[in-house]
């Protein structure tokens, strides 16, 4: 919690300067996407000090004096992509710019993404010019717990200056690509009993950090450490389980252990959608696109307007890649979805405050409304369309990105 | 003799099987109503195709174009009917890739090894190619050589070649330069010494020609058959197309440098930093067929890709293609490329050229596929609106006359949207361990 509060208080001290200097912005937008309700035609937003002043119809607000205007043919919140590994997995994909999978041990949930995060990683800005504003991004797929992600606005030149939380959640893996990248665990069951051992030992070390009397403490041990904030709820596990018995293992871990569960990836969840909707999990679901080998052999275009049918809250990611593309770009898959079944709106909400409420930055993020953060993305046309550009995009009431992409 | 008899079986199997399929096939069709877009000349609102054979009778407005009286009339309100895709670039099919025992080839044909029953075809009817460029590698300066196939429904491979003669030329010869061929020995290390090798091979094929040419008729001067050297003569006399895997600004010139030293016909794929060569290229008269990647980077070499370089190598009169380099891009959303060429640009009119015509180009088979003109054969795709929206789906996919994916049917609808054991899944492992794009 100390770690925490070290963190938000820099982030102020980081911001402070830019508001003063901060401009205030009007945007007019043909269609405006708030994210909070029906679409507003000539909709308005007023952007005062990194913040959104008043969101509403062209005929209730009136533009201030001085206001920079900008307009538009469609307005959204700034996207978010609820998993992604950029920042930590560069760009060049050479050793120096590769930090999003630790292969030393597979159980390190210590490794902290903070410690990791390029916020000048070129993939950042790649993503922020799609009007991709926040990322919830980190240690990637492939270990049975390969360390934390963060969640981070594409936006600032260290990683504090975008931080929203620098411990979101507990990346975990169930499934054969853990098989790839170690000697051991050389299969599922054995690679599960080893988590189940660590949970186990974490708990352990709860037990015995709660005894009144320190000096009977253990050691500080840094691993216990985060596991047991995963164990009190404080931290969720993202457990990455691609085929049907992988999101069943995961859901009986969390029964054993109560931790809180986001499932990611799910190719195969559209196959036991009822026990996932009676576990009352998330699912950020696989890239539509993603490439149907391995573990992912059987995922669909359907999948997310399955799942959305069904009733199971679901966010879109950028995944990872050890090829190519380096990242993803969550507008281009949600696109995908609605063209394979998924609803309009469900997708706009799925890219903007169900992620956001997913990594419960909903008090900062995920629509436009008064007092949230202006990220804002401006369009010439249907966000989903290929041929489509994003014109304009605001990061925290800030113009980061003017070039048509 | 044994050539000559299997040519022979191929006939009459082929002629088995066009009295077996379907009735659609001999009988003069008329598909109307429908938006055509014939890719030659401009697009038709009320447009009829009018097919027989397998082959284009006819095609134009419904102004302009007689029905015949037997016709069978299947009417297409409110859907769009352009050419069947040719992907000039793709790795369907489980060719196996290529083989890592030598940096060089171009004796080893992915002809055999294609397996016809590959899931992989079926996701490509899905995404409505059907003319497709199949390539070994590409981890080597010459990976082998490639085949061009027809997305036919098939029992051998035979049934899918394009150029029905199974002597003859029945693809190209893959090439790669740059990060990819560069590995520990016996490859090269360094580019300057991956050119070096390509030219002393090249070289090499040269004086093989020239001892063929002396010998003349007389076999008794004939070198020893080198079934290297026989493809190679193939590339030098221009009758095989090389197709050069290339990246970066200075291998892109490099792949020029030696088709010009050699007088081959080539290709550049790929073509990350073709933008900042597009007058060289155009210069050059070599032809690109461009891959779209949703983020630039995975290698030092693609760091620079942008989703501009069709409207900069278009502008600068290129002829312009796009590829799936399936399973690197999905052979299902092929037309997605040709959209974000639009947005990166480029011309309609020559974005949707780059994923029929100007591929058809590239595999020497504009005379067969790639538009929908009189004579030509009869492979088209009907679209739920138009091709460059991201909401339009395949629904109908024809070879030479015969439907090979029809989104209607729950087993070709699978193949489309995946699902439980629709794909196996090894094909891209093998491209992935390869590393190769």
Redesign the interface.
């Known amino acids: 919690m100390k770690a925490i509060k070290i963190f938000s208080g820099s982030l102020v001290l980081l911001l402070a300067p830019l508001a003063i200097c901060a401009q205030n912005h009007a945007i007019l937008a043909a269609k405006l996407y708030t994210s909070e309700g029906p679409v507003i035609e000539n909709g308005v937003v007023l952007v005062s000090n990194g913040k959104i002043e008043a969101v509403g119809p062209a005929t209730s607000i009136t533009v201030p004096e001085g206001y920079e205007v900008h307009q538009a043919a469609v307005a959204t919140p700034g996207f978010i992509d609820a998993h992604s590994v950029v920042g930590l997995a560069g760009i060049y994909n050479q050793k120096h710019d590769q930090d999003q999978l630790e292969k030393s041990s597979p159980i390190q949930p210590e490794l902290r993404a903070i410690d990791a995060y390029n916020a000048r990683e070129e993939l950042v800005g790649y993503l922020s010019a799609f009007g991709i504003t926040t990322v919830n991004t980190g240690h990637a797929p492939g270990a049975l717990i390969s360390g934390q992600t963060i969640v981070v606005k594409t936006a600032g030149e260290t990683v504090d200056e975008g931080l929203i939380n620098p411990m979101a959640m507990v990346a975990m893996t169930i499934g054969s690509s853990v098989a790839d990248n170690f000697e051991k665990p050389g299969t599922r069951a054995k690679g599960v009993s080893m988590l189940r051992e660590a949970f186990v030992a974490a708990q352990s070390y709860e037990a015995k950090m709660a005894n009144k009397d320190s000096t009977k403490h253990p050691e500080r041990d840094l691993a216990k450490e985060v596991l047991v904030k995963v164990l009190k709820k404080e931290v969720p596990a993202l457990i990455t389980a691609q085929s049907a018995r992988d999101i069943i293992t995961a859901i009986r871990l969390r029964d054993e252990f109560g931790f809180e569960l986001i499932i990611d990836g799910g190719a195969e969840a559209y196959s036991v959608m009822d026990e996932i909707l009676a576990a009352k999990v998330p699912v950020i679901i696989h890239p539509t696109m993603i490439r149907t080998y391995g573990d992912t052999r059987h995922a669909t275009f359907i999948s997310a307007g399955q799942l959305h049918k069904a009733g199971i809250p679901i966010a879109f990611q950028s995944g990872y890649e050890g090829y190519v593309p380096k990242t993803r770009v969550v507008t281009f898959e949600a696109a995908v979805a609605v063209a394979n079944g998924l609803d309009y709106q469900a997708a706009m909400q799925a890219l903007t405050l169900d992620a956001a409420k997913l990594l419960k930055i909903e008090n900062r993020v995920g629509s436009l409304k008064v007092g949230k953060d202006a990220d804002i993305a401006l369009y010439d046309g249907d966000p989903f369309e290929y041929t489509t550009h994003v014109m304009k995009v605001f990061i925290d009431g800030k113009v980061v990105s003017s070039e048509a992409r | 003799m044994r050539r000559i008899y299997n040519a022979v079986m191929h006939t009459l199997f082929c002629v088995f099987i066009i009295t077996l399929s379907g009735t659609l096939f001999a009988q003069v069709t008329a598909f109307t109503d429908a938006r055509i877009i014939p890719i030659v000349g401009p697009e038709i609102e009320q447009g009829v195709l009018i097919i027989e054979n397998g082959v284009i009778l006819n095609v134009g407005s419904a102004d302009d174009v007689k029905i015949p009286e037997d016709a069978v009339v299947i009417s297409l309100p409110g859907k769009v009917l352009m050419p069947g895709l040719v992907d000039s670039h793709s790795h369907i099919g489980n060719g196996d890739g290529g083989d890592a025992s030598s940096p060089l080839h171009p004796d080893v044909r992915i002809f055999d090894a294609i397996d016809v029953h590959s899931d992989t075809f079926k996701k490509a009817r899905a995404g409505g190619i059907t003319t497709v460029n199949i390539m070994p590698g590409s981890g080597h300066l010459m990976s082998g050589q490639t085949i061009y196939l027809k997305l036919r429904p098939a029992t051998t491979v035979y049934d899918m070649l394009l150029n029905k003669d199974p002597n003859g030329i029945l693809g190209g010869m893959k090439m790669a330069n740059g990060t990819n061929p560069m590995r520990a020995l016996p490859f090269p290390g360094t580019r300057a010494k991956s050119a070096a090798m390509v030219r002393s091979l090249f070289v090499k094929a040269q004086g093989y020609k020239e001892k063929v040419k002396l010998a003349g008729d007389d076999a008794s001067k004939m070198p020893d058959r080198d079934l290297q050297m026989e493809a190679l003569v193939e590339v030098l006399e221009g009758k095989r197309m090389v197709h050069n895997h290339t990246h970066r600004h200075d291998d892109i010139m490099t792949s020029i440098r030696l088709s010009q030293e050699f007088g081959y016909r080539m290709v550049l794929h790929h073509v990350s930093e073709g933008w900042k060569v597009a007058d060289e290229i155009a210069a050059a008269g070599v032809p690109c067929s461009i891959i779209v990647?949703?983020?630039?980077?995975?290698?030092?070499e693609?760091?620079e890709l942008r989703?501009d370089t069709g409207m900069i190598l278009e502008q600068a009169g290129v002829d312009v293609g796009y590829h799936t380099d399936d399973?690197?891009?999905?052979s299902?959303?092929f037309l997605?490329s040709a959209?974000?060429g639009?947005?990166g640009g480029m011309s309609r009119a020559k974005a949707l050229e780059a994923v029929t015509l100007a591929n058809a180009r590239m595999l020497d088979a504009d005379q067969k596929v790639g538009s929908l003109e009189t004579g030509k054969d009869a492979d088209f795709i009907i679209l739920s609106g138009d091709p460059?929206?991201?909401?339009?789906?395949v629904e109908q996919t024809w070879v030479e006359g015969q439907k090979v994916f029809d989104r209607a049917n729950p087993d070709d609808l699978k193949f489309?949207?995946?699902?439980?054991?629709?794909?196996?899944?090894?094909?891209?492992?093998h491209h992935?361990d390869f590393?190769n794009?």
């Open positions: 990647i949703d983020s630039p980077g995975g290698k030092l693609a760091a989703f399973g690197i891009t999905d299902r959303v997605r959209a974000f639009v947005r460059l929206s991201v909401y339009t789906i489309a949207t995946g699902g439980l054991d629709v794909f196996r899944g090894e094909h891209y492992n992935v590393n794009n």
